[in-house]
């Protein structure tokens, strides 16, 4: 088998609202879109070549994940430019954001939760990979 690419399915509550963090807050442009009794059920959403989707499915159920430590599942990752400028940009919109770490494996980052609980790190490198 050759994988040629992995798109995390998130299932939410509210998919509009979903939709609109990533959005919003993230950057992320809205590519596709499903309609289920008139309200938006699912949403393929793009940034640069990372893709996500959003589904609203009758029993979702976040109030776990949004009660969860941190690191104690799933972690969705992404790496910018400068974690620094993302963080002073998510901070200016409201978002709640954790403070930007230095970490020893050569990162710069911080830590937010989506409205469903999902964990997102926002990273930058500091130092090249050889």
Same mark, same amino acid.
Do not use: C
């Given at each position: 088998?050759?994988?040629?690419?992995?798109?995390?399915? =998130?299932?939410?509550?509210?998919?509009?609202?979903?939709?609109?963090?990533?959005? %919003?807050?993230?950057?992320?442009?809205?590519?596709?879109?499903?309609?289920?009794?008139?309200?938006?059920?699912?949403?393929? =959403?793009?940034?640069?070549?990372?893709?996500?989707?959003?589904?609203?499915? %009758?029993?979702?159920?976040?109030?776990?994940?949004?009660?969860? %430590?941190?690191?104690? %599942?799933?972690? =969705?990752?992404?790496?910018?430019?400068?974690?620094?400028?993302?963080?002073?940009?998510?901070?200016?919109?409201?978002?709640?954001?954790?403070?930007?770490?230095?970490?020893?494996?050569?990162?710069?980052?911080?830590?937010?939760?989506?409205?469903?609980?999902?964990?997102?790190?926002?990273?930058?490198?500091?130092?090249? =990979?050889?």
């Amino acid at each position: 088998m050759t994988i040629t690419q992995i798109i995390p399915l =998130l299932y939410v509550e509210d998919a509009d609202r979903s939709i609109a963090f990533y959005r %919003d807050a993230l950057g992320f442009e809205v590519v596709q879109t499903f309609e289920a009794d008139g309200a938006t059920a699912w949403a393929m =959403l793009k940034n640069g070549e990372t893709k996500l989707m959003i589904n609203q499915p %009758d029993n979702a159920d976040s109030k776990a994940r949004r009660n969860a %430590d941190s690191y104690g %599942d799933v972690v =969705l990752y992404f790496y910018v430019e400068s974690a620094r400028d993302q963080h002073t940009d998510l901070t200016a919109q409201g978002v709640a954001v954790g403070d930007v770490t230095t970490e020893a494996y050569g990162m710069e980052e911080f830590l937010l939760r989506d409205p469903d609980g999902y964990e997102i790190a926002i990273g930058s490198r500091l130092t090249q =990979l050889a």
